[in-house]
């Protein structure tokens, strides 16, 4: 039923930006948070950034924070993930995830990271030294 779409990945040198899109359908958009994950080889996924599309309220992995930008378009039913000073370590598949949830975007968040199964293609984003 709920189905999300990530694009927007590249291969980019560290000190550049990028942004990706998690293009949603088949919910209630506004009713939904929306997380960005990320799974580097050989490492476990791990969250980056949330949003409650209702308000616009934020999260941000301390790895990230001040770097990435989250943001929503309601009409559109997208959630975007402006990178900005990409580095090496940056570099991993990307993915997005949706629920309904009450509570903070770090709370639903955390509800994700631990019972979400509906992962997608994701989007490769690789950054060079």
């Known amino acids: 039923e709920v189905q999300l779409v990530e694009s927007g990945g590249g291969l980019v040198q560290a000190g550049e930006s990028l942004t990706l899109s998690c293009e949603a359908s088949?919910?209630?958009?506004?009713?939904?948070?929306i997380g960005w994950f990320r799974q580097a080889p050989g490492k476990k996924r791990e969250g980056v950034s949330c949003i409650r599309n209702s308000d616009g309220s934020t999260y941000y992995a301390d790895s990230v924070k001040g770097r990435f930008t989250i943001s929503t378009d309601n009409a559109k039913n997208t959630v975007y993930l402006q990178m900005n000073s990409l580095k090496p370590e940056d570099t991993a598949v990307y993915y997005c995830?949706?629920?309904?949830?009450?509570?903070?975007?770090?709370?639903?968040?955390?509800?994700?990271?631990?019972?979400?199964?509906?992962w997608g293609q994701g989007t490769q984003v690789t950054v060079s030294s």
């Open positions: 995830a949706a629920i309904t949830s009450s509570g903070t975007p770090a709370q639903a968040m955390g509800v994700m990271s631990a019972l979400y199964s509906n």
């Open positions: 088949g919910f209630t958009f506004e009713d939904y948070f």
